[in-house]
């Protein structure tokens, strides 16, 4: 069964960076379009980011020109960028992915950031 696995999360300063990692258990190119989302204690999950097998990118508001996100051919993994981190983006960060042809949704188990000073 396909599976995605989030890594790179930990415990960083307000204004530092950290890159997290998605990376499935098949290949790169049989997914269509990879979201990123986050879910603060006590808060709803929330989109953050997305990019298509086709390189298009979007984000949120609370993100953009903070985050990238990207697809990593070589690595077989998607990647979100995190720079200038704020307090606020404390969240446990999943990523899903869409295959082609599949309207099926995966997410991965998610991974830990937390901006602390």
């Known amino acids: 069964q396909f599976q995605l696995v989030e890594s790179g999360g930990g415990l960083v300063h307000p204004g530092g960076s950290l890159t997290l990692s998605c990376t499935p258990s098949?290949?790169?190119?049989?997914?269509?379009?990879s979201n990123w989302h986050r879910q603060a204690p006590g808060k709803e999950r929330e989109f953050v980011a997305t990019?298509?097998?086709?390189?298009?990118?979007s984000y949120a508001d609370s993100v953009k020109g903070r985050f990238t996100v990207s697809r990593d051919t070589a690595k077989n993994t998607v990647l979100l960028q995190m720079d200038n981190l704020k307090p606020e983006d404390t969240a446990t960060y999943y990523c899903n992915a869409r295959l082609i042809g599949d309207m099926q949704i995966y997410w991965g188990q998610g991974t830990q950031v937390t901006v602390s000073s």
């Open positions: 990019v298509t097998n086709g390189h298009l990118t």
């Open positions: 098949g290949s790169l190119s049989n997914i269509y379009v």
